[in-house]
């Protein structure tokens, strides 16, 4: 069945009950263009019979069950790509949605330029489960670069401070062959796809998928809770050092390493002078916003004590013979008032 198609889309499952739906209108888009794998290696619910069940019939999709594999999703997506036998490949989390475009956009660019390795586009905001009003995460173009050791360099720059940039690849279309195993970096993966998507691009480049849509869903407990700006402590050096600088050349990681932690190290103090004009910057604003406040408390005093005298004057008037004397007269006032309005607007 495989042979038929030229790219696979896994779809690893995990507790999927809530996401069937989704699941099942990714697979149908994709009929015709590509080999679906949807798999639940825990069978923790019956999401994959619910779905084998729905989409009975099609000649374009397998369902694989429990089985004996290490815990955990990293795990569950090597096993998918070892599993697969076409040219190009992709993960598509049970979570998110792509369209037919994506996929096929993605196969013709790969097909066209040898050189590059992943091709993927912007990722929009899911319709459901949206945690907040999220921006498109764009292409970064220097992923595109001839330079292997700017795009690492790139890739780990992204990491230091957005690291949605490295993060997107990991949904995008690539070439099977070659492509290295998501890394092992503890029970949570923690910077798995990063690091997998740092790695890919000492390999080649990525390109720009130009109309395919993909959307993702910002669930607190997707894999995006690593897509946070990483200091450069230990762990964090030690795993670029292990996955991605090894995977370049012998005769480039020298180079590569000096270029990449000089990076990283003006990118740190970039974001730090940012942080520090903003905290200036606040500590200004919260300096004149207490000034105005001061003022405006002062102000605020002198009026109600000026309002205090007014209502006192004007309750001693309104008691007074003069007040009682005049108030025909105030009435012939506001009648003489709305009479003109009414001519006016007649007129």
Same mark, same amino acid.
């Given at each position: 069945?495989?042979? !038929? ?5 896994? @779809? ?37 019979? @619910?779905? #084998? ?20 999703? @990293? ?74 050791? !700017? ?132 500590? !200004? ?6 000034? #105005? ?46 009479? #003109? ?7």
């Amino acid at each position: 069945m495989a042979a !038929e198609h030229r790219v696979t889309v896994a @779809v690893p499952l995990h507790r999927a009950g809530a996401w069937i739906e989704s699941v099942e209108r990714s697979v149908r888009a994709l009929g015709g263009s590509a080999h679906v794998i949807v798999s639940d290696a825990t069978g923790e619910d019956d999401a994959l019979e @619910v779905l #084998r069940g729905r989409l009975a019939g099609s000649a374009d999709c397998d369902f694989v069950g429990p089985r004996a594999i290490a815990a955990g999703w @990293v795990a569950h997506c090597n096993d998918l790509l070892r599993r697969a036998a076409t040219p190009y490949f992709m993960w598509l989390p049970q979570d998110d949605a792509v369209d037919r475009a994506w996929v096929d956009e993605g196969a013709a660019l790969l097909d066209g330029d040898p050189g590059a390795v992943l091709a993927y586009g912007e990722i929009h905001a899911h319709d459901g489960g949206v945690l907040d009003a999220v921006e498109p995460i764009p292409v970064e173009p220097r992923f595109a670069a001839r330079d292997p050791i !700017e795009r690492v360099a790139a890739a780990v720059a992204a990491m230091a401070t957005d690291g949605r940039l490295i993060g997107a690849p990991f949904r995008g279309v690539f070439r099977r062959e070659g492509a290295p195993l998501l890394p092992d970096t503890g029970p949570d993966g923690r910077w798995a796809d990063q690091l997998w998507a740092a790695s890919l691009l000492a390999h080649g480049r990525f390109e720009a998928i130009p109309s395919g849509r993909y959307w993702k869903t910002w669930r607190e407990d997707a894999t995006h809770r690593a897509w946070v700006p990483l200091d450069s402590d230990g762990d964090f050096v030690e795993a670029v050092d292990r996955h991605v600088l090894r995977a370049l050349p012998a005769a480039m990681r020298d180079t590569a390493a000096r270029v990449l932690w000089q990076a990283d190290h003006a990118a740190q103090v970039d974001r730090a002078d940012a942080l520090r004009h903003a905290l200036v910057a606040a500590d !200004e604003a919260a300096r004149v916003a207490t000034q #105005r406040t001061a003022c405006v408390d002062g102000e605020l005093h002198g009026a109600r004590d000026e309002i205090a005298a007014l209502v006192r004057v004007i309750a001693s008037y309104e008691a007074s013979r003069s007040w009682r004397m005049t108030a025909p007269l105030r009435r012939g006032v506001a009648m003489v008032r709305r009479a #003109r309005r009414r001519f006016l607007q007649r007129g």
